[in-house]
């Protein structure tokens, strides 16, 4: 019998492949030491209530102490998720996470007056207000909350509603543990007669297997453990998206893709637009899945067919040194002090990088105003995609870097919608890069059957999930039960349009459903697919021009929430209101389905 290779407990991890949190806090008794100071400062809030309207300075300390606590709280909040993300079985960070969202909550609760205090004074009032000098630094965060009118309920409500903060997150924490912690998929075989642990991590590195049958395996244990739990994960899916429902609802909003678009001031068009453009280059995708079955000499292709590159036989290797080598050739064009600030963070100590045992799955980066921008990783040197999942990550990080140096603390947490621009701008200029080293066709295809894949996995696939939670939540507002034979009919009627006719559809791949932690924060993952779309056209800008379009592109990063991000993106050199750099993208997906095809004959 051959050995299984176990994951390591995180003790058995070595220190210099772990993050350094020590910004954040040296040790977990001067994070207690914040936590009691922060705790007693809930009661200041008290003070304020009742006296916002007296004026400006009145109003301006207000708001001082709010951003001051949520700073602080920031801080605490930011170590307590990442202690929890090494090992979600580490009990004392548990309760640590658990603490500290109990503190939010009674935060929310006492601070919960300040909004519907300051929207029921009147207009002319709060913009006469808006003129003193005091409130200069607040002077956007209130004319945006102006915008809020409609929405923002009475004092006793909007508290009723901050005292819901905990409860609000039972359903996603209930996935998280069942799915990160509780979920034992078993070994499997590698084509090298490895019996290895199967987990979330090792099932991307076996769907990159050569060898059909080891794809195949992994795939049939992984659904056969959402399989056994698809009541379980059906009920927490469905409390997610009744939990939005309720919000938009309360919040008077037409829907909860209405509500969730607001704070991005995002036309729900945008969103439409995108489902619409891709809808129409789906003939493109589903010729590249023929391209593929024909050549890797497949009867049929099946999902876990679809991972492994078509030219496996030039399959690559980099360690992690090489990997931030690699990644920071490819984005000098950023300039010295984005690749300076970035050197030092990759080769030092910004980085999670291996999987451990209970480590959260997949990746992330994780910026805070007075600590590193963190990257959890669960990096395996023989699957090229984690090269760029560390160049897309970095993207996040030097944003989260540049936006915390330029911006006030209350203007430089950046929103979703511009932060995947940051981040798929690096695996743009990444791919570029490699393939301006292919030294001949075989290398080349190789490259662009990446490339293929990343466009059908960032636009395609994330349009396809948005397209899932846009019907489910339309499902649900219609009163139509969220069960688990509704959730699978509605992501089975999905597969079968994007992956087209000749495709064979395994039955349980409609429980992929239940697989995806970004359906717990709804209507996100359309800004994969948007924010690809833009990066390809900056990169194209940016490459293509000179010192502007790069300051242009720097200054982006650099804008926090300054701006909304439609004018931010602006700023950059696209505009993303116009179709123009999603069905660029999606003609750049065809040209290169072209090519590759030409390159394999």
Known sequence: MSKVKQLPARSEVRKSDTWDLSR?????????HDFKKLEKRIAGYGKFQGQLAEGAEALAACLKFDRDFDR????????AFLKTAEDATNSDYQRMQGRFMNLASRAAQAA???RPEILSMSAARLKGMLEAKCLAPFKLQLERLLDEKPHTLSKKEERLLAMQTEMAQAAGQAFRKLNDADLKFGDVKDEDGQLIELSHATFSKFLNSPKRSVRK????????QYDAHQHTLAATLNGSIQR???YAQVRNFSSALAASLFPDRM???????????????????HRYYDVRRRKMRLKDIHHYDTYVPILSELRTRHTWDEAVELVLAALQPLGSEYGAALEGGLRGRWCDRYENRGKQSGAFSCGSYDGDPHILTNYQEDVLDHVFTLAHEAGHSMHSYFSAKSQPYQYYNYVIFVAEVASTFNEELLSRHLLSQAGDDQRRAYLINRQIDAMRGTIFRQTMFAEFEKLTHAS???????????????YRELLEIYFGPDFALDDVLSLEC???PHFYRAFYVYKYATGMSAAIALVERVLSGGKKELDDYLGFLKGGCSKDPLDLLRGAGVDMEQPTAVDTALAEFERLVEELDGLLS
């Open 112 to 114: 919960s007056f300040i």
């Open 267 to 285: 036309p729900v068009a945008v969103y439409d637009n995108l489902i619409e453009s891709v809808h129409r280059r789906l003939p493109a995708l």
């Open 24 to 32: 954040l806090y040296p040790n977990d008794d001067a994070w207690e």
């Open 514 to 516: 239940f697989r995806i």
């Open 244 to 246: 939005d429902i309720y």
């Open 72 to 79: 602080m709280g920031e801080r605490l909040g930011t170590y």
């Open 217 to 224: 395996t992994a795939f049939d244990k992984v659904y056969a």
């Open 476 to 490: 649900a507002e219609e009163g139509e039960p969220l069960t688990v034979e509704r959730f699978r009919s509605i």
